[in-house]
Structure formats: structure tokens, C-alpha cells
T-cell receptor, first 113, second 115 residues
């Protein structure tokens, strides 16, 4: 079993929909949680990061962490075709805060006009 | 110069050969990490360098080795290439200060194909 699990999709939604992306993890030591977006033939780009449990909002993006359930989510409001990409969750324990990330396998999102 | 640049962008090697991949860190960044991303998978941490020393290593065999230079550029070397080494190799730079660093900047990667 992988440390971080993520539904590979693809997830296809109409433009303007609310998108929910999720990851589950097994390592209770993870304290830093990140979401990356990766376009085809590009490197991952950091979207959001959170520490421990709670919510964080940035524009159309909201990240949620539920450490008791070992479950994190990324919500995208008013989705746009330009949001079509692979979304990767990533995590790390506090002793290497933000470094040496453990990634999920990625969810491919397609937003149709 | 901004951003992380990697070279070459694509590479084809034969099983058993050796390969060197290169990375120029983003200006002002002192830490470089390398990740392997197989097709359809998430990136897997190979190792990290900070001030020219290896600062952490993932579950990769010793035939994966690296260097970081005084200008913070970096190389990833892979010896005795195997077919399973075919992947996108990503370099990420960051500024490590205090307890950790965020805001990895990834390069676009080197696509290695081993035949």
C-alpha cells in the first residue's frame, strides 16, 4: 500500500463546476500538506500548502486537511478550461518541513467548455 | 535569470549505459532536490543537496548519485541504466532557511528513455 493514495481519474467536469480532489495517507507523522498542479510536459507548480489541520483559501482554491481521518482535499470553484491539468498532493513530516516530499499519484482533471 | 532550467529535455540511452542530467537552480536558491516521475505516477524523491552536501535520500540504489556545485547548480548521475529508469527526472530548487523550506520551484524535467 502506498503512503499517499490519490484517485488517478480522469475527472471530467463542465466549465463553472466545483471540483473536489482528494488524497488519503497512512503516515501520521505528516504535518505539511501541499497541492501541486502539473500541466503536460511541465514540472509541478505549487498551488497551496497548509500546516497540520484546517482550511486555507486562495482565490478559487480551498485546501482542507483532516488529520484525524488522514484525508486532505482541494476544492476549485468556478472551474475553467485552463484548470485542466494533473493535480498532485504532497506531504512531509515536520523534521524536514517542506523538503523530501511524498507525492500522491496525481488526479487528471479535464474542464470542458 | 529566473526559474529552474534542466538539460537535456529528452534523452535516449541504452541499458547498461551511464547518464548525467543537469539542473540550474533558481537565482537565490541554495537547495536542490531530484525526483523521478514514471509515466502516470507522482514524483518520487531521489535525494536533496544543501550547500554541496547530500541532505537526504529516498529509496534509490547507489547507482543514482548527485553533485551540487558552488553556484548551486546540480547534476544527477545514473550508472548501469535499467529499463525501469525510463521516466521524467525533475529538479526542484528552494531556499532553505531555519527549519525548512517551501516554494519548491520545479524545472520542466528531462525525459529519459532507456532502450
Amino acid at each position: 500500500q502506498k503512503e499517499v493514495e490519490q484517485d488517478p481519474g480522469p475527472l471530467s467536469v463542465p466549465e463553472g463546476a466545483i471540483v473536489s480532489l482528494n488524497c488519503t495517507y497512512s503516515n501520521s507523522a505528516f504535518q505539511y500538506f501541499m497541492w501541486y498542479r502539473q500541466y503536460s510536459r511541465k514540472g509541478p507548480e505549487l498551488l497551496m500548502y497548509t500546516y497540520s489541520s484546517g482550511n486555507k483559501e486562495d482565490g478559487r482554491f480551498t485546501a482542507q486537511v483532516d488529520k484525524s481521518s488522514k484525508y486532505i482535499s482541494l476544492f476549485i470553484r468556478d472551474s475553467q478550461p485552463s484548470d485542466s491539468a494533473t493535480y498532485l498532493c504532497a506531504m512531509s513530516p515536520p523534521n524536514n518541513a517542506g523538503n523530501m516530499l511524498t507525492f500522491g499519484g496525481g488526479t487528471r482533471l479535464m474542464v470542458k467548455p | 535569470e529566473t526559474g529552474v532550467t534542466q538539460s537535456p529535455t529528452h534523452l535516449i540511452k541504452t541499458r547498461g549505459q551511464q547518464v548525467t542530467l543537469r539542473c540550474s537552480s533558481q537565482s537565490g536558491h541554495n537547495t536542490v532536490s531530484w525526483y523521478q516521475q514514471a509515466l502516470g505516477q507522482g514524483p518520487q524523491f531521489i535525494f536533496q543537496y544543501y550547500r554541496e552536501e547530500e541532505n537526504g535520500r529516498g529509496n534509490f540504489p547507489p547507482r543514482f548519485s548527485g553533485l551540487q556545485f558552488p553556484n548551486y547548480s546540480s547534476e544527477l548521475n545514473v550508472n548501469a541504466l535499467e529499463l525501469d529508469d525510463s521516466a521524467l527526472y525533475l529538479c526542484a530548487s528552494s531556499l532553505q532557511a531555519g527549519g525548512g523550506s517551501f516554494g519548491y520551484t520545479f524545472g520542466s524535467g528531462t525525459r529519459l528513455t532507456v532502450v
